[in-house]
């Protein structure tokens, strides 16, 4: 299962830049997908999921600035991520599950993508 992500780049604070992630072999299926980032020196954590009842969870530091969705007819998921900070700078990761519990605090995905890089410059 390969999950295919674009977005990611540079962006000064305050800016904002928007992740994409396809998991098209899901689509039309109970399917949570979400985004887990890797900061330097930390352990990866996961950022914010969505399900395909319309759940979501977000890690608290990102809440209002953040906003995750997905299109469930195309097994498709966006992060739109603003008013970026410099520790918001990490390898963000995809990852997906048919089924799952994305939308409590306990989510162990399957499936991930290759992660992309997103670097905030203050």
């Known amino acids: 299962v390969q999950l295919v992500e674009s977005g990611g780049g540079s962006v000064q604070a305050g800016g904002s830049l928007r992740l994409s992630c396809a998991a098209s072999m899901f689509a039309h299926t109970t399917l949570c997908m979400g985004w887990f980032r890797q900061r330097p020196g930390k352990e990866r954590e996961r950022v914010a999921s969505?399900?395909?009842?319309?759940?979501?969870w977000y890690t608290p530091s990102v809440l209002g600035r953040f906003f995750i969705n997905q299109d469930n007819t195309k097994g498709t998921t966006q992060l739109r991520m603003n008013s970026l900070r410099p520790e918001d700078t990490a390898i963000y990761y995809c990852a997906a599950e048919q089924g799952g519990t994305c939308y409590s605090d306990s989510w162990h995905p399957p499936h991930w993508g290759q992660g992309t890089q997103v670097t905030v410059s203050s």
């Open positions: 969505v399900h395909s009842n319309g759940s979501t």
